[in-house]
Protein backbone atom coordinates (compact mmCIF):
# COMPACT_ATOMS: atom_id res chain seq x y z
CA UNK A 1 0.00 0.00 0.00
CA UNK A 2 2.94 2.58 0.64
CA UNK A 3 4.76 1.76 -2.21
CA UNK A 4 1.23 2.46 -4.28
CA UNK A 5 0.48 6.01 -2.51
CA UNK A 6 4.37 7.28 -3.18
CA UNK A 7 3.63 6.01 -7.07
CA UNK A 8 0.35 7.57 -7.24
CA UNK A 9 2.08 10.92 -5.75
CA UNK A 10 5.16 10.67 -7.90
CA UNK A 11 2.53 10.52 -11.08
CA UNK A 12 0.40 13.78 -9.58
CA UNK A 13 3.89 15.45 -8.96
CA UNK A 14 4.52 15.27 -12.76
CA UNK A 15 1.41 16.46 -14.05
CA UNK A 16 2.19 20.39 -15.16
CA UNK A 17 0.59 22.92 -13.10
CA UNK A 18 -3.31 22.83 -13.47
CA UNK A 19 -3.44 19.83 -14.87
CA UNK A 20 -5.48 18.96 -11.48
CA UNK A 21 -7.81 21.72 -11.90
CA UNK A 22 -10.76 18.70 -13.43
CA UNK A 23 -14.16 20.04 -14.29
CA UNK A 24 -15.90 17.12 -12.59
CA UNK A 25 -19.51 15.26 -13.87
CA UNK A 26 -21.57 12.40 -12.66
CA UNK A 27 -24.06 10.86 -14.21
CA UNK A 28 -26.36 7.56 -13.89
CA UNK A 29 -28.74 5.68 -15.22
CA UNK A 30 -31.40 2.69 -13.93
CA UNK A 31 -33.31 0.64 -16.17
CA UNK A 32 -36.19 -1.89 -15.56
CA UNK A 33 -37.26 -4.34 -18.15
CA UNK A 34 -39.64 -6.97 -18.18
CA UNK A 35 -39.89 -9.49 -21.05
CA UNK A 36 -42.42 -11.92 -21.84
CA UNK A 37 -41.32 -14.48 -24.13
CA UNK A 38 -42.84 -18.05 -26.34
CA UNK A 39 -39.41 -19.50 -26.66
CA UNK A 40 -36.56 -17.46 -24.77
CA UNK A 41 -33.66 -20.36 -25.82
CA UNK A 42 -34.65 -20.58 -29.32
CA UNK A 43 -35.66 -24.65 -28.82
CA UNK A 44 -36.95 -26.50 -30.95
CA UNK A 45 -40.58 -27.39 -28.94
CA UNK A 46 -41.59 -23.72 -27.56
CA UNK A 47 -42.13 -22.87 -23.86
CA UNK A 48 -42.56 -19.41 -22.61
CA UNK A 49 -40.71 -17.29 -19.79
CA UNK A 50 -40.91 -14.58 -17.74
CA UNK A 51 -37.57 -12.41 -17.48
CA UNK A 52 -36.95 -9.23 -15.39
CA UNK A 53 -33.46 -7.00 -16.33
CA UNK A 54 -32.18 -5.17 -13.49
CA UNK A 55 -29.60 -2.25 -14.69
CA UNK A 56 -27.39 0.67 -13.17
CA UNK A 57 -24.91 2.71 -15.11
CA UNK A 58 -22.79 5.67 -14.24
CA UNK A 59 -20.32 7.36 -15.86
CA UNK A 60 -18.08 10.08 -13.87
CA UNK A 61 -15.68 12.63 -16.45
CA UNK A 62 -13.04 14.94 -15.30
CA UNK A 63 -11.59 16.97 -18.31
CA UNK A 64 -9.34 20.04 -18.74
CA UNK A 65 -8.60 22.14 -21.36
CA UNK A 66 -6.49 19.64 -22.73
CA UNK A 67 -7.04 16.14 -21.08
CA UNK A 68 -10.79 14.28 -20.39
CA UNK A 69 -10.93 10.93 -17.69
CA UNK A 70 -13.74 8.80 -17.74
CA UNK A 71 -14.65 6.26 -15.83
CA UNK A 72 -17.52 4.23 -16.20
CA UNK A 73 -19.39 1.23 -14.64
CA UNK A 74 -22.61 -1.16 -15.20
CA UNK A 75 -24.57 -3.92 -13.97
CA UNK A 76 -27.20 -6.03 -14.65
CA UNK A 77 -29.12 -8.39 -12.81
CA UNK A 78 -31.17 -11.13 -14.80
CA UNK A 79 -33.95 -13.33 -13.87
CA UNK A 80 -35.94 -16.18 -15.54
CA UNK A 81 -39.14 -17.92 -14.65
CA UNK A 82 -41.31 -20.16 -16.36
CA UNK A 83 -40.92 -24.18 -18.15
CA UNK A 84 -39.26 -22.41 -21.00
CA UNK A 85 -35.97 -22.14 -18.55
CA UNK A 86 -35.33 -25.63 -17.30
CA UNK A 87 -31.81 -27.15 -17.80
CA UNK A 88 -30.27 -23.62 -18.01
CA UNK A 89 -29.25 -21.14 -15.49
CA UNK A 90 -32.09 -19.34 -14.32
CA UNK A 91 -30.25 -15.80 -13.25
CA UNK A 92 -27.22 -13.86 -13.58
CA UNK A 93 -25.31 -10.98 -13.12
CA UNK A 94 -23.32 -9.35 -15.25
CA UNK A 95 -20.57 -6.12 -14.19
CA UNK A 96 -17.97 -4.36 -15.40
CA UNK A 97 -15.65 -1.64 -14.80
CA UNK A 98 -13.62 0.83 -17.59
CA UNK A 99 -11.37 3.60 -17.43
CA UNK A 100 -10.02 6.00 -19.69
CA UNK A 101 -7.68 8.58 -19.76
CA UNK A 102 -7.42 10.87 -23.44
CA UNK A 103 -5.09 13.46 -24.01
CA UNK A 104 -6.22 15.93 -26.40
CA UNK A 105 -3.52 18.09 -28.54
CA UNK A 106 -3.80 21.62 -30.88
CA UNK A 107 -6.77 20.26 -32.54
CA UNK A 108 -9.16 17.37 -31.75
CA UNK A 109 -7.81 15.31 -34.18
CA UNK A 110 -5.23 14.95 -32.68
CA UNK A 111 -5.04 12.64 -29.57
CA UNK A 112 -3.40 9.68 -27.49
CA UNK A 113 -5.41 7.51 -25.36
CA UNK A 114 -5.16 4.53 -23.08
CA UNK A 115 -7.94 2.77 -21.28
CA UNK A 116 -8.19 -0.07 -19.13
CA UNK A 117 -11.60 -2.28 -18.55
CA UNK A 118 -12.74 -5.59 -16.31
CA UNK A 119 -15.96 -7.39 -16.71
CA UNK A 120 -17.47 -10.58 -15.30
CA UNK A 121 -20.35 -12.61 -17.05
CA UNK A 122 -22.40 -15.92 -16.70
CA UNK A 123 -20.48 -17.90 -19.52
CA UNK A 124 -24.05 -19.07 -20.38
CA UNK A 125 -25.81 -16.08 -21.01
CA UNK A 126 -22.36 -14.64 -22.88
CA UNK A 127 -22.62 -17.14 -25.12
CA UNK A 128 -26.58 -17.24 -25.96
CA UNK A 129 -26.11 -13.16 -26.34
CA UNK A 130 -23.78 -13.63 -29.01
CA UNK A 131 -24.17 -16.74 -30.50
CA UNK A 132 -27.28 -17.56 -29.37
CA UNK A 133 -26.31 -20.80 -27.65
CA UNK A 134 -28.10 -22.21 -24.37
CA UNK A 135 -25.89 -24.53 -22.52
CA UNK A 136 -26.48 -25.29 -18.96
CA UNK A 137 -23.16 -23.85 -17.54
CA UNK A 138 -22.65 -22.66 -13.97
CA UNK A 139 -20.02 -20.42 -14.02
CA UNK A 140 -18.55 -17.26 -15.38
CA UNK A 141 -16.07 -15.83 -17.96
CA UNK A 142 -13.96 -12.90 -16.88
CA UNK A 143 -11.64 -10.53 -19.30
CA UNK A 144 -9.45 -8.20 -18.82
CA UNK A 145 -8.54 -5.82 -20.97
CA UNK A 146 -5.79 -2.58 -21.84
CA UNK A 147 -5.76 -0.77 -25.13
CA UNK A 148 -4.40 2.25 -26.15
CA UNK A 149 -4.36 4.36 -29.81
CA UNK A 150 -2.96 7.81 -31.27
CA UNK A 151 -4.81 9.70 -34.01
CA UNK A 152 -2.93 12.19 -36.12
CA UNK A 153 -3.65 14.74 -38.73
CA UNK A 154 -0.88 14.55 -40.69
CA UNK A 155 -1.67 17.61 -42.87
CA UNK A 156 -5.13 19.08 -44.07
CA UNK A 157 -6.33 15.56 -46.67
CA UNK A 158 -4.28 13.05 -44.33
CA UNK A 159 -4.72 11.49 -40.83
CA UNK A 160 -3.22 8.89 -39.56
CA UNK A 161 -4.56 6.52 -36.25
CA UNK A 162 -3.13 3.72 -35.11
CA UNK A 163 -4.50 1.50 -32.21
CA UNK A 164 -3.39 -2.04 -29.93
CA UNK A 165 -5.48 -3.79 -27.36
CA UNK A 166 -4.99 -6.82 -25.75
CA UNK A 167 -7.18 -9.22 -23.73
CA UNK A 168 -7.24 -12.19 -21.17
CA UNK A 169 -10.37 -14.51 -20.68
CA UNK A 170 -10.21 -16.56 -17.99
CA UNK A 171 -13.29 -18.69 -16.29
CA UNK A 172 -14.23 -19.09 -12.72
CA UNK A 173 -14.09 -21.91 -11.23
CA UNK A 174 -10.67 -22.24 -13.33
CA UNK A 175 -11.34 -26.12 -13.09
CA UNK A 176 -14.43 -25.75 -15.82
CA UNK A 177 -13.69 -27.00 -18.98
CA UNK A 178 -13.72 -23.84 -21.23
CA UNK A 179 -10.02 -22.75 -22.67
CA UNK A 180 -9.03 -19.53 -21.20
CA UNK A 181 -7.09 -17.46 -24.39
CA UNK A 182 -5.58 -13.73 -24.72
CA UNK A 183 -6.60 -11.74 -27.68
CA UNK A 184 -3.72 -9.40 -28.80
CA UNK A 185 -4.91 -6.83 -31.60
CA UNK A 186 -3.04 -3.91 -33.35
CA UNK A 187 -4.49 -1.75 -36.46
CA UNK A 188 -3.19 1.08 -38.06
CA UNK A 189 -5.64 3.28 -40.53
CA UNK A 190 -4.59 6.21 -42.88
CA UNK A 191 -7.64 8.02 -44.12
CA UNK A 192 -7.73 10.47 -46.78
CA UNK A 193 -10.19 13.45 -48.02
CA UNK A 194 -10.33 13.91 -51.90
CA UNK A 195 -12.84 16.56 -51.55
CA UNK A 196 -15.50 17.93 -48.81
CA UNK A 197 -18.07 15.03 -49.97
CA UNK A 198 -15.67 12.11 -50.31
CA UNK A 199 -12.40 10.48 -48.39
CA UNK A 200 -11.05 7.22 -48.63
CA UNK A 201 -9.04 4.82 -45.91
CA UNK A 202 -6.40 2.25 -46.06
CA UNK A 203 -6.12 -0.54 -42.84
CA UNK A 204 -4.43 -2.96 -42.04
CA UNK A 205 -4.30 -5.09 -38.81
CA UNK A 206 -2.93 -8.44 -37.18
CA UNK A 207 -4.91 -10.42 -34.50
CA UNK A 208 -2.98 -12.99 -32.58
CA UNK A 209 -4.75 -15.45 -30.44
CA UNK A 210 -3.27 -17.58 -27.95
CA UNK A 211 -4.88 -21.04 -26.26
CA UNK A 212 -4.24 -22.43 -23.38
CA UNK A 213 -5.22 -25.95 -24.39
CA UNK A 214 -3.17 -29.46 -24.27
CA UNK A 215 -1.48 -27.78 -27.80
CA UNK A 216 -1.21 -24.55 -27.09
CA UNK A 217 -2.84 -23.24 -30.51
CA UNK A 218 -2.48 -20.06 -31.82
CA UNK A 219 -4.35 -18.44 -34.52
CA UNK A 220 -3.02 -15.19 -36.67
CA UNK A 221 -5.24 -13.33 -38.67
CA UNK A 222 -4.18 -10.85 -41.01
CA UNK A 223 -7.20 -8.22 -42.44
CA UNK A 224 -6.82 -5.46 -45.14
CA UNK A 225 -8.87 -3.26 -46.41
CA UNK A 226 -9.97 -0.55 -48.46
CA UNK A 227 -12.87 2.21 -48.06
CA UNK A 228 -14.84 5.08 -48.77
CA UNK A 229 -16.84 7.52 -46.84
CA UNK A 230 -18.87 9.78 -48.56
CA UNK A 231 -21.82 12.45 -48.44
CA UNK A 232 -23.55 12.47 -51.24
CA UNK A 233 -26.48 15.53 -50.47
CA UNK A 234 -27.54 16.44 -46.94
CA UNK A 235 -29.91 13.54 -46.92
CA UNK A 236 -27.84 10.50 -48.54
CA UNK A 237 -24.60 9.17 -47.04
CA UNK A 238 -22.74 5.91 -47.91
CA UNK A 239 -19.78 4.15 -46.24
CA UNK A 240 -18.23 0.58 -47.24
CA UNK A 241 -15.09 -1.43 -46.60
CA UNK A 242 -13.88 -4.68 -48.31
CA UNK A 243 -10.54 -6.53 -48.19
CA UNK A 244 -9.17 -10.14 -47.30
CA UNK A 245 -8.71 -11.75 -43.89
CA UNK A 246 -5.71 -14.40 -43.72
CA UNK A 247 -6.22 -16.88 -41.06
CA UNK A 248 -2.90 -19.00 -40.36
CA UNK A 249 -3.44 -21.80 -37.39
CA UNK A 250 -1.11 -23.23 -36.06
CA UNK A 251 -1.41 -26.36 -33.28
CA UNK A 252 -5.16 -26.87 -34.05
CA UNK A 253 -8.14 -27.52 -36.34
CA UNK A 254 -9.46 -24.22 -38.11
CA UNK A 255 -13.40 -24.81 -37.85
CA UNK A 256 -13.71 -22.61 -41.16
CA UNK A 257 -11.39 -24.40 -43.01
CA UNK A 258 -14.31 -26.58 -44.27
CA UNK A 259 -16.23 -30.19 -43.12
CA UNK A 260 -13.65 -33.19 -42.78
CA UNK A 261 -10.70 -30.96 -41.76
CA UNK A 262 -8.22 -32.60 -39.31
CA UNK A 263 -4.86 -30.85 -40.31
CA UNK A 264 -3.58 -29.01 -37.57
CA UNK A 265 -2.04 -26.64 -39.37
CA UNK A 266 -3.31 -24.47 -42.21
CA UNK A 267 -3.93 -21.27 -43.70
CA UNK A 268 -7.11 -20.01 -45.16
CA UNK A 269 -7.90 -16.62 -47.30
CA UNK A 270 -11.32 -14.94 -47.24
CA UNK A 271 -13.27 -11.59 -48.11
CA UNK A 272 -14.05 -9.09 -45.62
CA UNK A 273 -15.92 -5.93 -45.72
CA UNK A 274 -19.07 -3.98 -44.95
CA UNK A 275 -21.29 -1.15 -46.14
CA UNK A 276 -23.64 0.82 -45.23
CA UNK A 277 -26.20 3.25 -46.56
CA UNK A 278 -28.12 6.16 -44.41
CA UNK A 279 -30.57 8.39 -45.94
CA UNK A 280 -32.88 10.78 -44.11
CA UNK A 281 -36.39 9.78 -46.40
CA UNK A 282 -38.24 12.54 -44.36
CA UNK A 283 -37.14 15.16 -42.29
CA UNK A 284 -38.19 13.33 -39.31
CA UNK A 285 -37.34 9.64 -40.91
CA UNK A 286 -34.04 7.91 -41.41
CA UNK A 287 -33.35 4.98 -43.42
CA UNK A 288 -30.37 2.98 -42.52
CA UNK A 289 -29.07 -0.21 -44.55
CA UNK A 290 -25.89 -2.73 -43.29
CA UNK A 291 -24.19 -5.51 -45.24
CA UNK A 292 -21.10 -7.26 -43.95
CA UNK A 293 -18.91 -10.50 -43.54
CA UNK A 294 -16.40 -10.59 -40.64
CA UNK A 295 -14.26 -13.56 -39.20
CA UNK A 296 -12.44 -13.35 -35.55
CA UNK A 297 -13.29 -14.98 -32.65
CA UNK A 298 -16.08 -15.26 -30.20
CA UNK A 299 -16.59 -14.03 -26.50
CA UNK A 300 -15.30 -17.43 -26.04
CA UNK A 301 -12.50 -17.42 -28.77
CA UNK A 302 -13.96 -19.69 -31.20
CA UNK A 303 -14.02 -18.74 -34.56
CA UNK A 304 -16.69 -17.44 -36.42
CA UNK A 305 -17.64 -16.03 -39.77
CA UNK A 306 -20.78 -14.34 -40.14
CA UNK A 307 -22.71 -12.60 -42.95
CA UNK A 308 -25.19 -10.14 -42.17
CA UNK A 309 -27.68 -8.14 -43.79
CA UNK A 310 -29.91 -5.73 -41.69
CA UNK A 311 -32.05 -2.56 -42.13
CA UNK A 312 -33.36 -0.44 -39.69
CA UNK A 313 -36.23 2.81 -40.27
CA UNK A 314 -36.47 5.49 -37.36
CA UNK A 315 -39.17 7.98 -37.09
CA UNK A 316 -39.43 10.98 -34.55
CA UNK A 317 -43.05 11.30 -34.05
CA UNK A 318 -42.88 14.74 -31.78
CA UNK A 319 -40.29 15.87 -28.80
CA UNK A 320 -41.65 13.01 -26.65
CA UNK A 321 -42.15 10.16 -28.67
CA UNK A 322 -40.48 8.33 -31.65
CA UNK A 323 -40.75 4.82 -33.10
CA UNK A 324 -38.22 2.54 -34.88
CA UNK A 325 -37.96 -0.77 -36.94
CA UNK A 326 -35.69 -3.22 -37.45
CA UNK A 327 -35.17 -6.37 -39.07
CA UNK A 328 -32.01 -8.68 -39.92
CA UNK A 329 -31.07 -11.87 -41.80
CA UNK A 330 -27.66 -13.40 -40.22
CA UNK A 331 -25.92 -16.36 -40.96
CA UNK A 332 -23.33 -17.59 -38.47
CA UNK A 333 -20.50 -20.44 -39.93
CA UNK A 334 -18.61 -21.91 -36.76
CA UNK A 335 -18.78 -25.76 -37.12
CA UNK A 336 -21.15 -25.78 -38.91
CA UNK A 337 -23.79 -23.15 -40.78
CA UNK A 338 -26.78 -21.63 -39.02
CA UNK A 339 -29.16 -18.45 -40.38
CA UNK A 340 -31.19 -16.34 -38.47
CA UNK A 341 -33.75 -14.05 -38.83
CA UNK A 342 -35.01 -11.48 -36.88
CA UNK A 343 -37.45 -8.32 -36.82
CA UNK A 344 -38.85 -5.84 -33.99
CA UNK A 345 -40.71 -2.65 -33.29
CA UNK A 346 -40.01 0.12 -30.81
CA UNK A 347 -41.98 2.39 -29.41
CA UNK A 348 -40.23 5.26 -27.11
CA UNK A 349 -41.72 7.68 -24.90
CA UNK A 350 -40.25 10.45 -23.03
CA UNK A 351 -42.43 10.31 -19.73
CA UNK A 352 -40.15 13.26 -18.12
CA UNK A 353 -36.77 15.09 -19.03
CA UNK A 354 -35.32 12.57 -17.57
CA UNK A 355 -37.58 8.75 -17.81
CA UNK A 356 -37.80 7.04 -20.83
CA UNK A 357 -40.59 4.39 -21.59
CA UNK A 358 -39.94 1.93 -24.49
CA UNK A 359 -42.68 -1.31 -25.57
CA UNK A 360 -40.68 -3.65 -27.64
CA UNK A 361 -42.13 -6.53 -30.07
CA UNK A 362 -39.35 -9.20 -31.48
CA UNK A 363 -39.51 -12.03 -33.40
CA UNK A 364 -36.89 -14.42 -33.63
CA UNK A 365 -36.12 -17.34 -36.42
CA UNK A 366 -33.63 -20.28 -36.54
CA UNK A 367 -33.23 -21.87 -39.62
CA UNK A 368 -32.19 -25.69 -39.85
CA UNK A 369 -29.02 -26.16 -39.08
CA UNK A 370 -26.45 -27.44 -41.86
CA UNK A 371 -24.51 -29.92 -39.45
CA UNK A 372 -24.45 -33.53 -37.42
CA UNK A 373 -24.10 -34.00 -33.40
CA UNK A 374 -20.62 -34.27 -34.17
CA UNK A 375 -20.05 -31.29 -35.90
CA UNK A 376 -21.70 -29.18 -32.65
CA UNK A 377 -17.93 -28.57 -30.43
CA UNK A 378 -15.42 -26.22 -31.67
CA UNK A 379 -12.21 -28.17 -32.18
CA UNK A 380 -10.33 -25.30 -30.30
CA UNK A 381 -11.73 -24.70 -27.13
CA UNK A 382 -14.04 -27.68 -26.93
CA UNK A 383 -17.67 -25.44 -26.60
CA UNK A 384 -20.65 -26.05 -28.46
CA UNK A 385 -20.90 -23.74 -31.60
CA UNK A 386 -24.99 -24.30 -32.01
CA UNK A 387 -27.89 -25.19 -29.80
CA UNK A 388 -29.97 -27.00 -31.91
CA UNK A 389 -30.43 -28.22 -35.67
CA UNK A 390 -34.17 -27.68 -36.13
CA UNK A 391 -35.95 -24.73 -36.99
CA UNK A 392 -37.14 -22.66 -34.40
CA UNK A 393 -39.37 -19.26 -33.14
CA UNK A 394 -39.38 -17.34 -30.66
CA UNK A 395 -42.10 -14.01 -30.13
CA UNK A 396 -41.54 -11.92 -27.05
CA UNK A 397 -42.61 -8.34 -25.67
CA UNK A 398 -40.40 -6.15 -23.75
CA UNK A 399 -41.35 -3.11 -21.54
CA UNK A 400 -38.35 -0.96 -20.28
CA UNK A 401 -38.46 2.28 -18.20
CA UNK A 402 -35.17 4.18 -17.38
CA UNK A 403 -34.06 7.07 -15.53
CA UNK A 404 -31.44 8.79 -16.65
CA UNK A 405 -30.08 11.81 -14.47
CA UNK A 406 -26.82 13.86 -13.56
CA UNK A 407 -25.97 13.99 -10.38
CA UNK A 408 -22.87 16.43 -10.70
CA UNK A 409 -23.13 18.73 -13.73
CA UNK A 410 -19.83 20.07 -15.34
CA UNK A 411 -19.28 23.57 -14.01
CA UNK A 412 -20.82 26.22 -17.06
Not at 20 to 26: C, G, K, M, V
Not at 165 to 178: D, K, L, V
Not at 202 to 229: F, M, P
Given at each position: MK???????L???C?PRG????DW?L??????T?ELNS?Q?L?NS???S???YS????????R?????FD??????Y??Y?G???E?????S?N?G?KA????I???P??????E???????T??ALLN???I???????LD???????V??AI?R??????????T?????P?S???T?F????????W???F???AAG??????E??NY?N?T??????Y???????T?????L??????G??N??T?G??N?????????T??T???W???AS???K??????????A??????S????????D???AS??H?I?S?S???L?S??N??I??TS???A?A????SY????D?????T??Y??????????SS?LDP??GL??V??F?P?????I???LS??Y??L????
Amino acid sequence: MKRAVITVSLLLGCLPRGALAFDWSLNTTQSETTELNSNQFLRNSQSPSLGSYSTLTANAKARTSTSIFDLDADSTYRKYWGPGVEGTPSESLNYGFKARYEAIEKTPSDREFVEASWRQQSTSFALLNQLGIALPINGFLDTLTVSGGVDRAISRQDSLSVFATTTRTTYEPSSSQSTPFTDTLARATWRHSFNAIAAGTLSSEGELLNYDNATSTSVQIYRNQVGIDTTMSPLLSFRGNIGVANLVTEGGVNPLAGAGTTATSSTQMDWIGDASLTYKWLKNTTLSLLASQTVGPSVVGSLVKQDTVSASLNHTINSRSSISLFSSVNRQITTTSVDFASASATYSYNLTKDVLAQVTYRYQHRFASNGTASSILDPITGLPTVSGFGPADSNSIMVVLSNSYTILPHSP
